[in-house]
Every structure is written in structure tokens, then in C-alpha cells.
């Protein structure tokens, strides 16, 4: 029986890149999956390339709170709870700070916090009735250093460092730990869009000479929804190759 066997996880933004590689990890440590997606066919095949049986994908938009609110009412009536929730779903929207517009701002804020505060609004209250519950907020180095060209994604991933440590001391009482981890960069289509002379200069920063993969962060992860890490809350760890230190 592995680690996770009968937990019920959520990942948002499960159907490609560090949520998918999140997904195949939890899945492979027992949990049954709940995989959150705006593309249909995307999330579908997502759950298709699970391990084992009785994951459901969903679509909906992690930044309409209505939205949000009846995809985890679909979620408990199909599953009964949810032990594990992984907000993962980001967008990026940059440029240069005097360059952007007031929508690239909402946007990204939009989805990379207030989706964060949807879906932990929207579980928060059955987890703390049952004293039990996990929650992993997938923010970034950039939410730790700044970085030009991407205020508002900087903002809202350093906006989740505070909502992760203000969580996790509110719901610490009631059973329910809440982490955050903060890759550096991870290859993946969001790392796609780079050209080739920013992923020269990244390598180049980069201690450990290359960008991560992302089964380094779905690793981590299936390591802070598990028991061995019972004692740890309110922590933002780096994957990062040692980018930040
Ligand atoms: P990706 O672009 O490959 O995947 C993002 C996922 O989020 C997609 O499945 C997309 O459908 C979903 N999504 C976007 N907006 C959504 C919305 N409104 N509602 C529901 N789902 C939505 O990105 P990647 O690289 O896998 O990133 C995953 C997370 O890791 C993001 O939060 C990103 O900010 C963060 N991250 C990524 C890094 C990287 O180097 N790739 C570095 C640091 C953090």
C-alpha cells in the first residue's frame, strides 16, 4: 500500500507541464485524482495517462468563484472529501512594468492568486471540520527575488508566499498544514515561450547548469502531502538548482 493510498487530491492545472507531472506522481502514490483544466480534451487526456483507476478531470476557470464553487460541489458529491489540494494553475502576461496594461495585471492576478483563494475558500471549511487536509500553493522564485518584465506575475506569486504562511496559521489548530513551493525554472511549455538567448543567460544563473524537469517539484510535492511531512507548515521551499539562496 503506498503513502497516499484513499486520499482524494484536486490538482489545478493538471493537464500539462509541473500539474501533470503532479498528477502522475500523487497518482502513483495512491490518491485518486480530481484534475482541474480550462481545455476539456487536454484534462481528459490527462486522466487517460494516470496509473491506475477512478480519476475525473473537470473543466472550469479557477478565477470565477462561482465556477469554482460548483466544480468543488461536483468534486465532493463524486469523491465524499478532499484530503490534498494543489493550487499549480499560473499564467504568465509579460512586460515591461510601463508596457503593461491594467489587464495583464488582472489577468495574472487574477488567476495565480484569487484562484488560490477560491479553491482553498471553497475546501477550506470541509477540511477543517474533518481536522485533517493538506494544502501545496505552487508559487515561484520570482515571488522570492522580483523580476523586470513580470510585476504582475511577481506580485501575485509573492502574494501567495503570504497567503500560504497566513493559512497555515489559521488552519494549523484545526489539523490542516499548508506549504508552498517555489520552482526556479522548470521546462515546460510556459518555459517554451523563452528564446534561446534568455535560456542561455538562465543556465548561466543557474548553479546547477540547467532548468529542472517537472517530476523535481511533483517529488516535492508528493513528499509534503504525505505523513513524513507532518510537522512542517507555513514553509515556501525553492526547486531551483540552487538559483536562490
Ligand atoms: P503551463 O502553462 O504548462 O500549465 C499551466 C496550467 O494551468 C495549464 O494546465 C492551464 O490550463 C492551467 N490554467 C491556466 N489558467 C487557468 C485557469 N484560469 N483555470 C484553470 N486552469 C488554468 O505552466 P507550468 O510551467 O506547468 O506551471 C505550473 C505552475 O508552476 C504555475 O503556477 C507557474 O506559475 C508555476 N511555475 C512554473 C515555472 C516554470 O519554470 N515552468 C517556474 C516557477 C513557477
Given at each position: ?16 507541464g509541473i ?71 499560473g499564467?504568465t502576461k509579460d512586460n515591461l512594468f510601463?508596457r ?40 515561484s522564485v520570482v515571488g522570492l527575488t522580483g523580476n523586470p518584465g513580470q510585476a504582475?506575475y511577481a506580485?501575485?506569486k ?24 517555489a520552482p526556479g525554472f522548470i521546462d515546460t511549455d510556459m518555459t517554451a515561450e523563452l528564446d534561446d538567448e534568455t535560456v542561455k543567460e538562465l543556465h548561466s544563473r543557474i548553479p546547477m547548469g540547467h532548468l529542472g524537469r517537472p517530476s523535481d517539484v ?20 525553492s526547486v531551483d538548482g540552487g538559483m536562490v539562496m
Amino acid at each position: 500500500m503506498s503513502e497516499l493510498s484513499e486520499k482524494v487530491a484536486i490538482v489545478t492545472g493538471g493537464s500539462r507541464g509541473i500539474g501533470l507531472a503532479v498528477s502522475q506522481e500523487l497518482a502513483r502514490a495512491g490518491c485518486t485524482l480530481a484534475i482541474i483544466g480550462r481545455n476539456k480534451k487536454r484534462v481528459d487526456s490527462a486522466v487517460a495517462s494516470l496509473s491506475n483507476n477512478g480519476h475525473q478531470a473537470y473543466t472550469c476557470d479557477v478565477s470565477d468563484s462561482v465556477d469554482t464553487l460548483n466544480i468543488v460541489k461536483l468534486i465532493n458529491n463524486e469523491f465524499g472529501s478532499v484530503d490534498i489540494l494543489v493550487n499549480n494553475a499560473g499564467i504568465t502576461k509579460d512586460n515591461l512594468f510601463i508596457r503593461m496594461t491594467e489587464e495583464d495585471w488582472d489577468d495574472v492576478i487574477n488567476v495565480n492568486l484569487k484562484g488560490a483563494f477560491n479553491m482553498t475558500k471553497a475546501l477550506a471549511r470541509n477540511m477543517m471540520k474533518r481536522r485533517a487536509g493538506v494544502i501545496i500553493n505552487i508559487t515561484s522564485v520570482v515571488g522570492l527575488t522580483g523580476n523586470p518584465g513580470q510585476a504582475n506575475y511577481a506580485a501575485s506569486k509573492a502574494g501567495l508566499i503570504g497567503f500560504t504562511k497566513s493559512i497555515a496559521q489559521e488552519l494549523a489548530p484545526r489539523g490542516v498544514r499548508c506549504n508552498a513551493i517555489a520552482p526556479g525554472f522548470i521546462d515546460t511549455d510556459m518555459t517554451a515561450e523563452l528564446d534561446d538567448e534568455t535560456v542561455k543567460e538562465l543556465h548561466s544563473r543557474i548553479p546547477m547548469g540547467h532548468l529542472g524537469r517537472p517530476s523535481d517539484v511533483a517529488d516535492l510535492v508528493r513528499f509534503l502531502a504525505g505523513p513524513a511531512a507532518h510537522y512542517i507548515t507555513g514553509q515556501i521551499i525553492s526547486v531551483d538548482g540552487g538559483m536562490v539562496m
